[in-house]
């Protein structure tokens, strides 16, 4: 069974068919109206469950718009209008899922319920983004940074600025898998989480944390944030203080490498973690990146299932 709950598991090979499937997908259906179906169908006959505990934007359009692209169907649902928003257990929840749809989508605070539906079901489970990690989003940025420079995302210089999040546990997973340096400026007390770190480096990834803005980006092809505050997290005032010299201005994308990609995985708070000038000026890739949630999506769904790699 094929799930995509991080990206250290499915391995460099796979990661690597996924963004080529989608490369090749979204190259092949340029011109066509969103809603027209690819020429293969591949997914004909096939049902996505989407669960959302919290809020969603991009990944609920793009697994939805990507799931009938590939010519499957969809159902959309939050949890708690779900039995296991009552109660019911997750292995219970997944038993009966696997006699309905084909393979899960869920957006969920705990990462132990996405590992659960993983365990007691019997179909490929999809993390939308846990307190831990967003796996498919730092997919789209990979693809992104392909587009954009024209190479492979190996040997390539990124760097994360802002708080350790569940955004940057996945850039961190990624850059150990498929090989690109990693720095990340991140302010004291807001590190990202040590087990994922220690693993990443283990695997063999050059990743460092500085405790500069300037520090992480010197060099880089690629400057990533996110938002300072997380769905579910506690917005602070010693936090936006810690924060403050982190915000991407077009000072700090000044001292990137030459042609440097501002990415961000969005929404944005703008005036805080990223000022307007820096996203919506040229160096920004960021509607592209939203767009690139739709083509990897559905590149992993047919990974998932076997289609693929
Ligand atoms: N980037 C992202 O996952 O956006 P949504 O929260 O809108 O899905
Ligand atoms: N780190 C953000 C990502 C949103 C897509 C959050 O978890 O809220």
Redesign the pocket.
């Given at each position: 069974m094929r799930h995509f709950l991080d990206l250290a598991t499915p391995g460099k090979a796979a990661l690597r068919a996924i963004l080529d499937e989608a490369h090749r997908r979204k190259a092949a259906r340029a011109g066509k109206p969103r809603g027209a179906v690819d020429d293969d169908a591949p997914l004909a006959g096939h049902v996505l469950a989407m669960i959302f505990e919290?809020?969603?934007?991009?990944?609920?359009f793009s697994f939805d718009v990507g799931i009938r692209q590939l010519g499957g169907t969809s159902i959309v649902t939050s949890s708690s209008d779900m039995q296991l928003g009552r109660g019911e257990t997750v292995a219970d929840t997944a038993r009966v899922l696997s006699r309905f749809v084909d393979a899960i989508m869920i957006?969920t605070a705990a990462h132990e319920t996405v590992e659960g539906l993983a365990e007691f079901g019997s179909l490929p489970v999809i993390n939308?983004?846990t307190d831990l990690s967003?796996p498919?989003?730092a997919m789209a940025d990979l693809m992104t940074v392909e587009e954009r420079l024209g190479q492979s995302v190996e040997g390539t210089c990124w760097a994360w600025v802002g708080d350790g999040n569940n955004m940057a546990h996945s850039l961190i997973e990624a850059a150990s898998v498929m090989g690109f340096d990693l720095k990340l400026g991140v302010p004291h007390g807001y590190d990202p989480d040590q087990a994922v770190m220690a693993t990443a480096c283990a695997r063999g990834g050059s990743i460092d944390v500085v405790r500069s803005a300037v520090a992480a980006v010197e060099g880089a092809k690629v400057v990533v944030t996110d938002t300072w505050v997380s769905m579910g997290q506690a917005d602070t005032k010693d936090k936006a203080s810690a924060m403050k010299p982190f915000a991407v201005t077009p000072l700090l994308m000044s001292k990137a490498a030459e042609g440097a990609v501002f990415l961000h995985?969005?929404?944005a708070h703008r005036g805080e973690e990223v000022l307007d000038q820096v996203i919506d000026g040229p160096a920004s890739a960021v509607w592209d990146e939203?767009e690139n949630?739709l083509h990897v999506q559905k590149a992993i769904m047919l990974w998932c299932l076997g289609k693929i790699g």
């Amino acid at each position: 069974m094929r799930h995509f709950l991080d990206l250290a598991t499915p391995g460099k090979a796979a990661l690597r068919a996924i963004l080529d499937e989608a490369h090749r997908r979204k190259a092949a259906r340029a011109g066509k109206p969103r809603g027209a179906v690819d020429d293969d169908a591949p997914l004909a006959g096939h049902v996505l469950a989407m669960i959302f505990e919290k809020p969603s934007t991009r990944t609920r359009f793009s697994f939805d718009v990507g799931i009938r692209q590939l010519g499957g169907t969809s159902i959309v649902t939050s949890s708690s209008d779900m039995q296991l928003g009552r109660g019911e257990t997750v292995a219970d929840t997944a038993r009966v899922l696997s006699r309905f749809v084909d393979a899960i989508m869920i957006r969920t605070a705990a990462h132990e319920t996405v590992e659960g539906l993983a365990e007691f079901g019997s179909l490929p489970v999809i993390n939308g983004l846990t307190d831990l990690s967003h796996p498919c989003q730092a997919m789209a940025d990979l693809m992104t940074v392909e587009e954009r420079l024209g190479q492979s995302v190996e040997g390539t210089c990124w760097a994360w600025v802002g708080d350790g999040n569940n955004m940057a546990h996945s850039l961190i997973e990624a850059a150990s898998v498929m090989g690109f340096d990693l720095k990340l400026g991140v302010p004291h007390g807001y590190d990202p989480d040590q087990a994922v770190m220690a693993t990443a480096c283990a695997r063999g990834g050059s990743i460092d944390v500085v405790r500069s803005a300037v520090a992480a980006v010197e060099g880089a092809k690629v400057v990533v944030t996110d938002t300072w505050v997380s769905m579910g997290q506690a917005d602070t005032k010693d936090k936006a203080s810690a924060m403050k010299p982190f915000a991407v201005t077009p000072l700090l994308m000044s001292k990137a490498a030459e042609g440097a990609v501002f990415l961000h995985c969005l929404p944005a708070h703008r005036g805080e973690e990223v000022l307007d000038q820096v996203i919506d000026g040229p160096a920004s890739a960021v509607w592209d990146e939203a767009e690139n949630r739709l083509h990897v999506q559905k590149a992993i769904m047919l990974w998932c299932l076997g289609k693929i790699g």
